[in-house]
């Protein structure tokens, strides 16, 4: 499995307060990718990074932002939660030699926003 | 965008049975198609996937279809064991340079009874 971790595994948090989500990956992959997962939603992708400070977004960006300052490094940042971005997230990264498909997943976040 | 449907959303089955799930895509201009399995408090994990210029694609008990006229594509697992018992995703992309923007679908919750 590639080396993709996620921190914090746990979060519990108020409305209207301000969250960062990190992801790290040891793989030296070009693409990381952050997801939500909501019952009967599958995994729905929120923002995209295909390099260094390049990053787009995915299908459900709102309220969202992101950087990536290290090839490493993905953060995924709530300006202000709301109790609709209670959610489980995931990283997933992607870009080896060669192949750009297959992306490997971090074992998730829980946020509870109340 | 893409759109991804998937069926059925739970599926029990014996031991020793097989197992099918069926996805349905939107764009004609997907190329790409992996599916993911899940284990209960885990990260997604990639099982098996095929191109679009691949019709079939066998990994031991596992095997994909892709009818692309159709626009869908299925799983089939043989001999089915307890330990496949997990959510399963399909997904569709478009691979590009910019990266490869996964549309999932609800995923299908797989009892394997002993």
């Known amino acids: 499995d590639a080396g993709i971790t996620q921190s914090p595994r746990h979060k519990v948090t108020e409305t209207g307060t301000p969250v960062t989500l990190r992801c790290h990956q040891t793989e030296n992959h070009r693409y990381m990718y952050w997801y939500r997962q909501d019952p009967g939603h599958g995994l729905r992708l929120i923002h995209y990074s295909y390099g260094v400070k390049d990053t787009d977004k995915g299908e459900v960006s709102d309220g969202y932002s992101v950087s990536r300052s290290k090839t490493e490094d993905f953060l995924l940042t709530l300006e202000s939660a709301t109790s609709s971005q209670t959610s489980v997230y995931f990283c997933?990264?992607?870009?080896?030699?060669?192949?750009?498909?297959?992306?490997?997943f971090g074992p998730g976040t829980r946020l509870t926003v109340l | 965008g893409e759109n991804v449907e998937q069926h059925p959303s739970t599926l029990s089955v014996q031991e020793g049975d097989s197992a099918v799930i069926k996805c349905t895509y939107s764009?004609?201009?997907?190329?790409?198609f992996p599916w993911y399995k899940q284990e209960l408090g885990k990260g997604p994990q990639l099982i098996i996937d095929i191109r679009s210029n691949v019709g079939e694609k066998k990994d031991q008990r596992i095997a994909v279809t892709l009818n692309k006229t159709a626009k869908h594509f299925s799983l089939h697992i043989t001999e089915t064991q307890p330990e496949d018992s997990a959510v399963y995703f399909c997904?569709?992309?478009?691979?590009?340079?910019?990266?490869?923007?996964?549309?999932f679908g609800g995923g299908t919750r797989v009892l394997v009874k002993p």
């Open positions: 764009d004609s201009a997907s190329n790409y």
């Open positions: 997904a569709a992309s478009i691979n590009k340079a910019a990266g490869n923007k996964l549309t």
């Open positions: 997933a990264s992607s870009g080896l030699a060669g192949s750009t498909d297959t992306q490997y």
